[in-house]
């Protein structure tokens, strides 16, 4: 997600199964649908957590068959593109969110604000642990307005531990590259 290369919304989709081998299943139907940027990326992801021989597998299956895709997305008109600038900024960091946050102060703000709904914080606190909680939070925030967004870090500047986050949040460069890749997740 924080490549941008899936939305929220894929990932509910893969984890809506019930078994990892669905999940599994699910993702590299996504990944060979989405061309050979997002299979790159899929692959170092492979790498880095720590599945390094099939990484080499598959790039070098990659490499043989090659490819007629062009590994940049399409380049269309900048008005042809509907992903606001601050949803592109909470995916890219994404990761780093979901393991900084602690979604009880936020939700509350969050909802004093108008942003969320007591519906949306049982939902929230439905989840059994804490990551899928923030993930829950994220979900929300990412299909939600740049108001839920300003509140959210100003939320996150009361808290002297999570300053720094809102900081690199708010200062994360976004480039039409990464607009026109996350536009790709969601047409």
């Known amino acids: 997600m924080s490549h941008l290369v899936i939305s929220s919304d894929d990932r509910r989709r893969i984890e809506q199964h019930a078994g990892q081998d669905d999940q599994n299943k699910?993702?590299?139907?996504?990944?060979?649908?989405?061309?050979?940027?997002?299979?790159?990326?899929?692959?170092?992801?492979?790498?880095i957590s720590g599945y390094k021989d099939l990484a080499d597998e598959l790039?070098?299956?990659?490499?043989?068959?090659?490819?007629?895709?062009?590994?940049?997305?399409?380049?269309?008109?900048?008005?042809?593109?509907?992903?606001?600038?601050?949803?592109?900024?909470?995916?890219?960091?994404?990761?780093?969110?979901?393991?900084?946050?602690?979604h009880k102060k936020i939700v509350d703000h969050l909802i004093s604000r108008d942003i969320l709904t007591i519906a949306d914080s049982q939902m929230i606190n439905a989840c059994p642990a804490q990551i899928q909680k923030n993930r829950k939070l994220?979900?929300?925030?990412?299909?939600?307005?740049?108001?839920?967004?300003?509140?959210?870090?100003?939320?996150?500047?009361?808290?002297?531990?999570?300053?720094?986050?809102?900081d690199e949040i708010e200062s994360t460069l976004v480039t039409s590259r990464d607009i026109s890749i996350m536009y790709g997740c969601y047409k």
Request: aromatic share 8%; net charge negative.
């Open 26 to 47: 699910n993702l590299l139907e996504l990944v060979n649908k989405r061309g050979e940027f997002t299979y790159n990326v899929f692959v170092d992801a492979l790498r």
């Open 59 to 102: 790039k070098r299956d990659s490499q043989k068959e090659g490819s007629s895709e062009a590994l940049e997305p399409q380049n269309k008109g900048l008005s042809e593109w509907t992903v606001p600038v601050y949803r592109v900024r909470l995916q890219k960091n994404y990761s780093n969110i979901i393991d900084c946050i602690n």
């Open 138 to 166: 994220m979900d929300i925030l990412l299909h939600g307005s740049e108001k839920g967004f300003i509140e959210f870090l100003k939320t996150l500047r009361e808290d002297s531990v999570t300053t720094e986050l809102a």
